[in-house]
């Protein structure tokens, strides 16, 4: 089993930037690659981004692309999600995920989801 357990969200004006942690415990060594996903009022959960396991091959949704950034730190087994330039269409509860049967195909279908964190964009 894998843990993730993120951190991180929280209220910031439009344009402003926000960092947010993904903490994976428990049998990391099985995770290919990990992600983030969120979930805006009303609307049903959407792809955000995503990095694999090694830190390299980044994917991003177009409505982030150029605004949002992965990157993982293997010494803590942690993944950064750093959001710039938001918006208040980013207001979302953002969960952090894990595959750990990634097959290029089928593309990043995560097996373990986080307890989910709010960031909140006023304009």
């Known amino acids: 089993q894998v843990q993730l357990v993120e951190s991180g969200g929280g209220l910031v004006q439009a344009g402003g930037s926000l960092r947010l942690s993904c903490a994976a415990s428990?049998?990391?060594?099985?995770?290919?690659?990990m992600g983030w996903f969120r979930q805006a009022p009303g609307k049903e959960r959407e792809f955000v981004g995503s990095i694999g396991w090694s830190g390299s091959n980044t994917d991003f949704a177009d409505s982030v692309k150029g605004r949002f950034t992965i990157s993982r730190d293997g010494t803590k087994n942690t993944v950064y999600l750093q959001m710039n330039s938001l918006k208040p269409e980013d207001t979302a509860v953002y969960y952090c995920?894990?595959?750990?049967?990634?097959?290029?195909?089928?593309?990043?279908?995560?097996?373990?989801w986080g307890q989910g964190t709010l960031v909140t964009v006023s304009s």
């Open positions: 995920a894990a595959d750990s049967n990634f097959r290029a195909r089928i593309g990043f279908q995560p097996d373990y």
């Open positions: 428990g049998r990391t060594f099985t995770i290919d690659v």
